[in-house]
Each structure stands twice: as structure tokens, then as C-alpha cells.
């Protein structure tokens, strides 16, 4: 994995997520343990705890999650 994806494309905050499901922008789970992709794909719903994407619920403590930050569009548009 590039360490400018994981400073670039992170999704950590609710705001994060919630411009990604609000825009229906599709999301990247990755396992850092299996070292690989896992699902692909619009947020349905999430919580504090939770994001679920297909009919999957992933915990936001245990994957990475990569999309489009809101806050890197934001800066560009400044």
C-alpha cells in the first residue's frame, strides 16, 4: 500500500464518509491484516461503529477505509 494513499484518500471522520455516501462515491474496505481489498463500493449506511457497504457491515476500528475526504475537496476549491 503508498503511504499517499493513506494520507490522501483515508476516510476517518463522519463528515468523511458522510460527503462519500451523500455523493454516492464508491469506497475501498482494506484488511491490513489479509493485505488486501476486501469490498468495493457505495456506502448504504453507518454509525460511529459501523459502515456497511453491500450488505456487509465492516467495523470502523478493524479496516481502512479509502474514498474522497472531504476536506481534501474543499481545500482544492479555496
Given at each position: 500500500?503508498?503511504?499517499?494513499?493513506?494520507?490522501?484518500?483515508?476516510?476517518?471522520?463522519?463528515n468523511?464518509?458522510?460527503?462519500?455516501?451523500?455523493?454516492g462515491i464508491?469506497?475501498?474496505?482494506?484488511?491490513?491484516?489479509?493485505?488486501?481489498?476486501?469490498a468495493?463500493?457505495?456506502?448504504?449506511?453507518?454509525?460511529?461503529?459501523?459502515?456497511?457497504?453491500?450488505?456487509?457491515?465492516f467495523?470502523?476500528?478493524?479496516y481502512?477505509?479509502f474514498?474522497?475526504?472531504?476536506?481534501?475537496?474543499l481545500s482544492?476549491?479555496?
Amino acid at each position: 500500500m503508498y503511504l499517499s494513499k493513506l494520507t490522501n484518500k483515508s476516510l476517518v471522520t463522519n463528515n468523511d464518509l458522510d460527503f462519500n455516501y451523500r455523493l454516492g462515491i464508491p469506497v475501498e474496505v482494506f484488511c491490513s491484516k489479509q493485505k488486501k481489498t476486501i469490498a468495493f463500493g457505495q456506502i448504504h449506511s453507518f454509525n460511529d461503529q459501523m459502515i456497511q457497504i453491500h450488505e456487509f457491515a465492516f467495523c470502523r476500528s478493524t479496516y481502512l477505509f479509502f474514498g474522497q475526504p472531504a476536506k481534501s475537496v474543499l481545500s482544492k476549491s479555496s
